[in-house]
């Protein structure tokens, strides 16, 4: 499975745009790009989901460049509680072999302040 | 609401005491999964069932078993229980579609296990 890199940790405040850039150098051809979000004593979240190009929905939009080797989860005007940890997944949602498995790396400490 | 449901939030037991936690799901979905994650470290995947098709991690310790009795319920069995067991263990669900893959995953928010 893909390897993603991410900042450990980011600073923003409310009102902002926040962009959190995800690298996975060894992205294989079927993998899908996942994000989620984790707030503390809580399960993950689902956020977006992408293979190329743009996505967007109600609270994120998902920017893929053309390599696929990296994405930009990107969160329109935070506020306080968008602090968290977000976590970039890469994998193979179609093989069932590896049961839509998720590994996830280290993911990024995201703080908004006031 | 349709959720998955970990019980119970916190859990205590003593070293070496077998400890059972378990999580349900109103979704229907026929993929579910275990998760371990220690204190400031991302979620780690122990196993999964893709309906009672079970898929051990090969990093996941013995010490490690799972139960899936019916599409809602599945159980994590920690047989012995270590110092080192002590994390949240997380219970997620997804729906495999054949062409259109596996869904995103349903998180439960978790069952804290502290071992004395």
């Known amino acids: 499975l893909a390897k993603t890199t991410q900042p450990i940790s980011m600073d923003s405040y409310e009102g902002q745009e926040v962009n959190i850039t995800c690298s996975h150098n060894n992205i294989a051809t079927n993998d899908y790009i996942t994000w989620y979000q984790q707030f503390p004593s809580q399960g993950p979240r689902f956020i977006i989901q992408g293979y190329k190009t743009k996505v967007t929905n109600e609270v994120a939009s998902l920017f893929i460049p053309a390599d696929r080797k990296s994405s930009t989860l990107s969160l329109p005007r935070v506020s306080l509680s968008d602090t968290a940890v977000y976590y970039c997944?890469?994998?193979?949602?179609?093989?069932?072999?590896?049961?839509?498995?998720?590994?996830f790396g280290q993911g990024t400490e995201l703080s908004v302040k006031p | 609401d349709a959720m998955v449901i970990q019980n119970p939030r916190y859990q205590v037991t003593q070293f070496g005491k077998p400890v059972t936690l378990s999580c349900s799901q109103t979704?229907?979905?026929?993929?579910m999964y275990w998760y371990q994650q220690k204190s400031s470290q991302a979620p780690k995947l122990l196993f999964h069932?893709?309906?009672?098709?079970?898929?051990n991690e090969a990093d996941t310790p013995d010490n490690f078993q799972s139960r899936r009795p019916n599409t809602s319920f599945c159980f994590l069995d920690i047989r012995s229980p270590g110092l080192g067991d002590a994390a949240m263990y997380l219970c997620a669900t997804s729906s495999y579609r054949g062409v259109s893959g596996n869904q995103p995953q349903h998180f439960g928010d978790g069952t804290r296990l502290s071992i004395l």
């Open positions: 979704l229907n979905h026929n993929v």
């Open positions: 997944l890469v994998g193979d949602i179609r093989d069932n072999n590896q049961g839509g498995k998720l590994i």
């Open positions: 069932y893709y309906d009672k098709d079970f898929n």
